[in-house]
Protein backbone atom coordinates (compact mmCIF):
# COMPACT_ATOMS: atom_id res chain seq x y z
CA UNK A 1 0.00 0.00 0.00
CA UNK A 2 1.49 3.26 -1.28
CA UNK A 3 2.11 5.08 2.05
CA UNK A 4 3.77 8.76 3.86
CA UNK A 5 4.57 8.69 7.32
CA UNK A 6 5.69 11.93 8.44
CA UNK A 7 7.83 12.59 12.30
CA UNK A 8 7.55 14.02 14.56
CA UNK A 9 3.91 14.27 15.05
CA UNK A 10 4.34 17.63 16.48
CA UNK A 11 7.49 19.96 17.08
CA UNK A 12 8.14 22.87 19.57
CA UNK A 13 11.49 25.35 19.48
CA UNK A 14 13.01 28.34 20.28
CA UNK A 15 12.48 31.14 17.50
CA UNK A 16 16.15 31.03 16.33
CA UNK A 17 16.76 27.24 16.41
CA UNK A 18 17.07 24.68 13.41
CA UNK A 19 15.10 21.76 13.14
CA UNK A 20 14.20 19.11 11.02
CA UNK A 21 11.25 16.96 9.69
CA UNK A 22 11.31 13.78 8.46
CA UNK A 23 8.99 11.53 5.69
CA UNK A 24 9.01 8.23 4.82
CA UNK A 25 7.50 6.86 1.93
CA UNK A 26 6.55 3.44 0.15
CA UNK A 27 5.12 4.80 -2.97
CA UNK A 28 6.26 3.31 -5.94
CA UNK A 29 6.82 4.28 -8.47
CA UNK A 30 8.17 7.74 -7.55
CA UNK A 31 7.41 10.79 -9.32
CA UNK A 32 7.95 13.33 -7.49
CA UNK A 33 8.03 14.54 -3.86
CA UNK A 34 6.75 18.32 -2.28
CA UNK A 35 7.02 19.66 0.74
CA UNK A 36 3.85 22.43 1.65
CA UNK A 37 3.25 24.20 4.72
CA UNK A 38 -0.19 24.90 5.92
CA UNK A 39 -1.05 27.90 8.25
CA UNK A 40 -4.38 27.14 10.23
CA UNK A 41 -7.58 27.50 8.35
CA UNK A 42 -5.31 27.98 5.02
CA UNK A 43 -4.70 26.23 2.12
CA UNK A 44 -1.02 24.75 1.73
CA UNK A 45 1.36 26.55 -0.10
CA UNK A 46 4.39 24.83 -1.81
CA UNK A 47 7.49 24.98 -0.86
CA UNK A 48 9.77 22.33 -2.85
CA UNK A 49 9.50 19.64 -5.07
CA UNK A 50 11.95 17.26 -6.18
CA UNK A 51 11.88 14.82 -8.98
CA UNK A 52 13.97 11.95 -8.45
CA UNK A 53 17.72 12.85 -9.42
CA UNK A 54 17.78 15.85 -7.23
CA UNK A 55 18.97 15.37 -3.84
CA UNK A 56 18.38 18.81 -1.77
CA UNK A 57 16.88 21.47 -3.07
CA UNK A 58 16.14 24.98 -1.26
CA UNK A 59 13.88 27.67 -1.04
CA UNK A 60 15.26 30.91 1.60
CA UNK A 61 15.51 28.99 5.20
CA UNK A 62 13.80 26.03 3.62
CA UNK A 63 16.03 23.13 2.57
CA UNK A 64 14.62 20.30 1.36
CA UNK A 65 16.69 16.62 1.01
CA UNK A 66 15.57 13.46 -0.88
CA UNK A 67 17.01 10.20 -0.56
CA UNK A 68 15.40 7.99 -3.44
CA UNK A 69 17.21 4.90 -2.74
CA UNK A 70 15.44 5.06 1.38
CA UNK A 71 12.45 6.55 0.25
CA UNK A 72 13.39 9.18 2.94
CA UNK A 73 12.93 12.95 2.77
CA UNK A 74 13.99 15.34 5.38
CA UNK A 75 12.73 19.58 5.57
CA UNK A 76 15.27 21.40 7.59
CA UNK A 77 14.10 24.93 8.55
CA UNK A 78 17.10 27.62 9.93
CA UNK A 79 17.00 30.12 11.98
CA UNK A 80 13.46 29.22 12.92
CA UNK A 81 10.83 32.21 13.17
CA UNK A 82 7.66 32.60 14.90
CA UNK A 83 6.17 32.43 11.39
CA UNK A 84 7.00 29.41 10.44
CA UNK A 85 4.37 28.00 12.78
CA UNK A 86 2.30 25.63 10.72
CA UNK A 87 1.96 22.18 9.55
CA UNK A 88 4.44 20.92 6.90
CA UNK A 89 3.30 18.18 4.87
CA UNK A 90 4.95 15.81 2.49
CA UNK A 91 3.23 14.66 -0.44
CA UNK A 92 4.39 12.23 -3.09
CA UNK A 93 2.85 11.75 -6.50
CA UNK A 94 3.00 7.86 -7.75
CA UNK A 95 4.00 7.99 -11.60
CA UNK A 96 2.03 4.71 -11.89
CA UNK A 97 -1.62 5.95 -11.32
CA UNK A 98 -0.71 9.89 -10.98
CA UNK A 99 -2.32 9.91 -7.61
CA UNK A 100 -0.66 12.35 -4.71
CA UNK A 101 -0.39 10.62 -1.80
CA UNK A 102 -0.24 13.04 1.32
CA UNK A 103 1.29 12.66 4.66
CA UNK A 104 -0.81 13.40 7.78
CA UNK A 105 1.84 16.67 8.31
CA UNK A 106 4.08 17.42 11.36
CA UNK A 107 2.49 20.51 13.17
CA UNK A 108 5.36 23.14 13.86
CA UNK A 109 5.02 25.52 16.99
CA UNK A 110 8.17 28.48 17.09
CA UNK A 111 7.68 29.91 20.51
CA UNK A 112 9.47 33.27 21.38
CA UNK B 1 -3.34 31.17 -2.11
CA UNK B 2 -2.47 31.88 -5.65
CA UNK B 3 -5.29 32.78 -7.83
CA UNK B 4 -7.76 30.22 -6.61
CA UNK B 5 -10.92 31.48 -4.78
CA UNK B 6 -13.07 29.75 -2.73
CA UNK B 7 -16.25 30.69 -0.82
CA UNK B 8 -17.51 30.87 1.19
CA UNK B 9 -15.22 30.23 4.14
CA UNK B 10 -17.44 28.95 6.58
CA UNK B 11 -20.83 27.15 5.98
CA UNK B 12 -23.26 25.64 8.25
CA UNK B 13 -26.09 23.21 6.84
CA UNK B 14 -28.29 21.34 9.07
CA UNK B 15 -28.44 17.35 8.06
CA UNK B 16 -30.03 16.17 4.77
CA UNK B 17 -29.47 19.40 3.08
CA UNK B 18 -27.45 19.62 -0.43
CA UNK B 19 -24.82 22.27 -0.36
CA UNK B 20 -22.45 23.62 -3.01
CA UNK B 21 -18.64 24.94 -2.48
CA UNK B 22 -17.61 27.10 -5.11
CA UNK B 23 -14.13 27.33 -6.41
CA UNK B 24 -12.71 29.62 -9.01
CA UNK B 25 -9.22 30.22 -10.51
CA UNK B 26 -7.80 32.87 -12.94
CA UNK B 27 -4.31 30.82 -13.56
CA UNK B 28 -5.38 29.26 -16.82
CA UNK B 29 -5.32 25.99 -15.14
CA UNK B 30 -6.40 22.78 -17.39
CA UNK B 31 -6.50 20.97 -14.24
CA UNK B 32 -8.70 21.29 -11.15
CA UNK B 33 -9.12 18.98 -8.01
CA UNK B 34 -11.26 18.93 -4.61
CA UNK B 35 -9.89 17.64 -1.71
CA UNK B 36 -11.13 16.78 1.85
CA UNK B 37 -9.23 17.40 5.11
CA UNK B 38 -9.78 15.54 8.51
CA UNK B 39 -7.96 15.85 11.45
CA UNK B 40 -4.98 13.80 12.00
CA UNK B 41 -5.75 12.73 8.44
CA UNK B 42 -3.58 13.25 5.28
CA UNK B 43 -5.91 14.98 2.47
CA UNK B 44 -7.91 12.86 0.49
CA UNK B 45 -9.08 13.47 -3.04
CA UNK B 46 -12.64 13.70 -3.61
CA UNK B 47 -12.58 14.57 -7.21
CA UNK B 48 -10.80 15.94 -10.26
CA UNK B 49 -10.93 16.99 -14.03
CA UNK B 50 -7.86 17.57 -16.73
CA UNK B 51 -10.15 19.24 -18.83
CA UNK B 52 -13.47 20.64 -18.98
CA UNK B 53 -16.16 19.14 -19.84
CA UNK B 54 -14.75 16.09 -17.97
CA UNK B 55 -13.56 14.44 -13.84
CA UNK B 56 -13.21 11.69 -12.80
CA UNK B 57 -13.71 9.89 -9.41
CA UNK B 58 -11.03 10.57 -6.78
CA UNK B 59 -10.75 8.02 -3.41
CA UNK B 60 -14.12 9.25 -1.55
CA UNK B 61 -16.48 10.24 -4.16
CA UNK B 62 -19.26 8.26 -2.74
CA UNK B 63 -21.76 11.01 -1.59
CA UNK B 64 -20.18 14.09 -3.57
CA UNK B 65 -20.67 15.38 -6.99
CA UNK B 66 -18.97 18.34 -9.33
CA UNK B 67 -19.19 19.76 -12.64
CA UNK B 68 -16.94 21.26 -15.13
CA UNK B 69 -18.55 23.35 -17.41
CA UNK B 70 -15.88 26.39 -17.78
CA UNK B 71 -12.06 26.16 -17.38
CA UNK B 72 -11.93 28.41 -14.62
CA UNK B 73 -15.09 27.27 -12.48
CA UNK B 74 -15.12 23.61 -10.35
CA UNK B 75 -17.99 23.56 -7.86
CA UNK B 76 -18.29 20.67 -5.62
CA UNK B 77 -21.95 19.60 -4.11
CA UNK B 78 -22.07 17.65 -0.88
CA UNK B 79 -25.01 15.57 -1.20
CA UNK B 80 -26.99 14.16 1.81
CA UNK B 81 -25.74 10.95 0.89
CA UNK B 82 -22.36 12.47 2.06
CA UNK B 83 -22.51 10.15 5.43
CA UNK B 84 -20.14 12.63 7.30
CA UNK B 85 -19.87 16.01 5.29
CA UNK B 86 -18.33 18.14 8.42
CA UNK B 87 -14.90 18.65 7.20
CA UNK B 88 -12.36 21.30 5.46
CA UNK B 89 -12.55 21.29 2.21
CA UNK B 90 -9.78 22.29 -0.48
CA UNK B 91 -9.53 22.94 -3.85
CA UNK B 92 -6.24 23.33 -5.90
CA UNK B 93 -5.43 23.62 -9.78
CA UNK B 94 -2.20 23.12 -11.76
CA UNK B 95 -1.18 23.90 -15.28
CA UNK B 96 -1.98 20.24 -16.32
CA UNK B 97 -2.59 17.05 -14.40
CA UNK B 98 0.59 15.33 -15.33
CA UNK B 99 1.87 15.46 -11.59
CA UNK B 100 5.02 17.78 -12.91
CA UNK B 101 3.81 21.20 -12.21
CA UNK B 102 2.87 22.89 -9.30
CA UNK B 103 -0.17 22.40 -7.95
CA UNK B 104 -2.07 25.46 -6.27
CA UNK B 105 -4.08 25.60 -3.31
CA UNK B 106 -7.39 27.73 -2.35
CA UNK B 107 -8.05 28.91 1.20
CA UNK B 108 -10.49 26.03 2.00
CA UNK B 109 -14.00 26.15 2.86
CA UNK B 110 -14.90 24.75 6.80
CA UNK B 111 -18.27 22.82 6.41
CA UNK B 112 -20.24 22.44 9.11
CA UNK B 113 -23.37 20.02 9.08
CA UNK B 114 -25.51 19.79 12.02
Known amino acids: KNQVEQSPQSLIILEGKNCTLQ??????????LRWYKQDTGRGPVSLTI?????NTKSNGRYTATLDADTKQSSLHITASQLSDSASYICVVRDSGTYKYIFGTGTRLKVLA | DGGITQSPKYLFRKEGQNVTLSCEQNLNHDAMYWYRQDPGQGLRLIYYSQIVNDFQKGDIAEGYSVSREKKESFPLTVTSAQKNPTAFYLC?????????????FGPGTRLTVT
Open chain 1, 50 to 54: MTFSE
Open chain 2, 92 to 104: ASSMEADGLTEQY
Open chain 1, 23 to 32: CNYTVSPFSN
